[in-house]
């Protein structure tokens, strides 16, 4: 009903960048909330940032000011920029969406994406 894929991960050195997007496809009235999210080996999965309809954001604290999130509504597409990149920013990315898909629809459902490897080597 609701699809997000990734792109743009791969491998970088400490000190690069990379740039993910998110794209949300399918039966979709509305979206409210975006976010990125990772895993690396072992781990849980943790918030890397978010970001709402209105365009407030909110980082984790390990990624503030390296890290940028933005959304373009008229693509359903939720981006991350990645600067100054370290080895345990490693990990799987993966991105969500507050979805409705109908306008009748009481609460928006969260969709995930399938991940998307991300790896820095010092």
């Known amino acids: 009903q609701v699809q997000l894929v990734e792109s743009g991960g791969g491998l970088a050195q400490a000190g690069g960048f990379l740039r993910l997007s998110c794209a949300a496809s399918g039966t979709i009235f509305s979206i409210n909330a975006m976010g990125w999210y990772r895993q690396a080996p072992g781990k849980q999965r943790d918030l890397v940032a978010t970001?709402?309809?209105?365009?407030?954001?909110n980082y984790a604290d390990s990624v503030k000011g390296r890290f940028t999130i933005s959304r373009d509504n008229s693509k359903n597409t939720v981006y991350l920029q990645m600067n100054s990149l370290k080895p345990e920013d490693t990990a799987v990315y993966y991105c969500?969406?507050?979805?409705?898909?109908?306008?009748?629809?009481?609460?928006?459902?969260?969709?995930w994406g399938q991940g998307t490897q991300v790896t820095v080597s010092s």
């Open positions: 969500n969406a507050g979805v409705k898909t109908l306008p009748s629809a009481s609460s928006y459902y969260t969709y």
């Open positions: 970001i709402i309809i209105g365009g407030s954001t």
